[in-house]
T-cell receptor, first 113, second 114 residues
Framework: LAKTTQPISMDSYEGQEVNITCSHN???????ITWYQQFPSQGPRFIIQ???TKVTNEVASLFIPADRKSSTLSLPRVSLSDTAVYYC??????????????FGQGTELSVKP | EAQVTQNPRYLITVTGKKLTVTCSQN?????MSWYRQDPGLGLRQIYY???????DKGDVPEGYKVSRKEKRNFPLILESPSPNQTSLYFC?????????????FGPGTRLTVL
């Protein structure tokens, strides 16, 4: 199982771009990388998922280098409502690899006015 | 609406009094999982189930039991709760039929054991 390492916390200001990097040195060949966002007193929710290179959706971009040992979540022009904890997860439940998953500690992002 | 529901949302109980937290999903997902979340420790997996009647331990299974008798439900049982099980609990589900399936999380159950 791939373990992940993220910064514990980050601060930013409204309108800035925020990049959160996650290290996952022992990622397996078939593992996808998924990022979740969690607001206080709510369950985590999916933001973005990727396997390699770059993925972009309406809320974020995910950059994954060729060696896949790290990934970077990029949030463009953050607002106060982006204040949350962001989790990087390597692997998802599959019949081939099983259902045991290890979340990291998450990165607490604080966006200030 | 596709969702994962948990009940109760809040529970205060006393040491040793058996309790069950229910989890139900309406997405016909095969996979379900329980997590606990504690300050500074992130999300830790308790148990998971790949399908009906198939369950396995996560990282922190001690003191918990689960069952998966039907696809939509995955209750978490604390037979003799202790104060160190005071935590925020989340249930999640997904469909592991391919390579890239994400999890849908419930709203959480805040448990306090006195």
């Amino acid at each position: 199982l791939a373990k992940t390492t993220q910064p514990i916390s980050m601060d930013s200001y409204e309108g800035q771009e925020v990049n959160i990097t996650c290290s996952h040195n022992n990622i397996a060949t078939n593992d996808y990388i998924t990022w979740y966002q969690q607001f206080p007193s709510q369950g985590p929710r999916f933001i973005i998922q990727g396997y390699k290179t770059k993925v972009t959706n309406e809320v974020a971009s995910l950059f994954i280098p060729a060696d896949r040992k790290s990934s970077t979540l990029s949030l463009p022009r953050v607002s106060l409502s982006d204040t949350a904890v962001y989790y990087c997860l390597v692997g998802e439940p599959t019949y081939n690899q099983g259902g045991k998953l290890i979340f990291g500690q998450g990165t607490e992002l604080s966006v200030k006015p | 609406e596709a969702q994962v529901t948990q009940n109760p949302r809040y529970l205060i109980t006393v040491t040793g009094k058996k309790l069950t937290v229910t989890c139900s999903q309406n997405m016909n997902h095969e996979y379900m999982s329980w997590y606990r979340q504690d300050p500074g420790l992130g999300l830790r997996q308790i148990y998971y189930s790949m399908n009906v009647e198939v369950t396995d331990k996560g990282d922190v299974p001690e003191g918990y039991k689960v069952s998966r008798k039907e696809k939509r439900n995955f209750p978490l049982i604390l037979e003799s709760p202790s104060p160190n099980q005071t935590s925020l609990y989340f249930c999640a589900s997904s469909s592991p039929s391919g390579f890239s399936y994400t999890q849908y999380f419930g709203p959480g159950t805040r448990l306090t054991v006195l």
